[in-house]
């Protein structure tokens, strides 16, 4: 049989992404979900119930641009959130999903959205060139129903303009970039300025 040497090259690259997401605490207890699309528009995705950080090439498989398994092992219960990411951004080659502290604690501090503005870090995001940036990262209230979700998130989109991330409250938050590289980046330094953000909201008090 032909080897997938994409499909292997992204897997191994989720992996790595897995391990330095957990080594910061970032994918507790099975929880979080990671994506990469390839040239062909199949998406490799972690398999449902997998712990993130601990990941073998056995525990990422394909699922088509509609999130049905291509394998009939059942992917992550939040595919539908990744299919529609990438629906809506054709750039995009990969999401990460972590469940992490800081994300999970200022959505219970906040509601509605993120505003973050004038980081220097904020130029780690793709395509912003100046800390005098502003940025807005809905948070959206947690659902089981993951279709009702997806949903509303594209309608977000579609009436606010593209965003770089969302929060889901009480649960973590989605990102992605052109690749797991970019993607991975986008994670580490939302979720630095999400704890600077959460502390922020304690010094107010
Ligand atoms: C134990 S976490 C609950 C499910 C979840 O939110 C998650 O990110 C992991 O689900 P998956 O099916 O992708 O393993
Ligand atoms: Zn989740």
Same mark, same amino acid.
């Given at each position: 049989?032909?080897?997938?040497?994409?499909?292997?090259?992204?897997?191994?690259?989720?992996?790595?992404?897995?391990?330095?997401?957990?080594?910061?605490?970032?994918?507790?207890?099975?929880?979080?979900?990671?994506?990469?699309?390839?040239?062909?528009?199949?998406?490799?995705?972690?398999?449902?119930?997998?712990?993130?950080?601990?990941?073998?090439?056995?525990?990422?498989?394909?699922?088509?641009?509609?999130?049905?398994?291509?394998?009939?092992?059942?992917?992550s219960a939040e595919t539908l959130l990744?299919?529609g990411?990438?629906?809506?951004?054709?750039?995009?080659?990969?999401?990460?999903?972590?469940?992490?502290?800081?994300? $999970?604690?200022?959505?219970?501090?906040?509601?509605?959205?993120?505003?973050? /503005?004038?980081? +220097?870090? %904020?130029? *780690? @995001?793709?395509?912003?060139?100046?800390?005098?940036?502003?940025?807005?990262?809905?948070?959206?209230?947690?659902d089981q129903n993951i279709p009702r979700l997806a949903?509303?998130?594209?309608?977000?989109?579609?009436?606010?303009?593209?965003?770089?991330?969302?929060?889901?409250?009480?649960?973590?938050?989605? $990102?992605?970039?052109?690749?797991?590289?970019?993607?991975?980046?986008?994670? /580490?330094?939302? +979720?630095? %300025?999400? *704890? @600077?953000?959460?502390?922020?909201?304690?010094?107010?008090?």
């Amino acid at each position: 049989m032909l080897r997938d040497t994409e499909f292997e090259t992204r897997a191994a690259e989720l992996i790595e992404a897995g391990r330095f997401i957990d080594s910061r605490g970032w994918v507790p207890a099975t929880s979080g979900n990671f994506s990469a699309r390839l040239s062909d528009g199949r998406i490799a995705i972690t398999v449902s119930g997998r712990h993130k950080g601990r990941l073998r090439p056995e525990d990422i498989m394909l699922v088509d641009a509609a999130g049905r398994s291509l394998d009939g092992r059942k992917p992550s219960a939040e595919t539908l959130l990744h299919t529609g990411i990438y629906r809506r951004y054709p750039e995009a080659g990969a999401v990460l999903h972590p469940h992490s502290p800081a994300s $999970t604690l200022l959505s219970r501090l906040v509601s509605g959205e993120v505003i973050l /503005e004038d980081y +220097e870090l %904020l130029k *780690a @995001l793709a395509g912003i060139d100046t800390h005098a940036t502003r940025i807005a990262v809905p948070i959206f209230p947690n659902d089981q129903n993951i279709p009702r979700l997806a949903l509303k998130i594209e309608e977000y989109i579609e009436m606010h303009g593209d965003i770089y991330a969302y929060i889901i409250a009480g649960h973590g938050f989605y $990102t992605w970039g052109r690749s797991v590289a970019d993607a991975l980046r986008h994670v /580490e330094a939302l +979720e630095f %300025l999400f *704890a @600077l953000e959460t502390h922020m909201h304690g010094v107010k008090r």
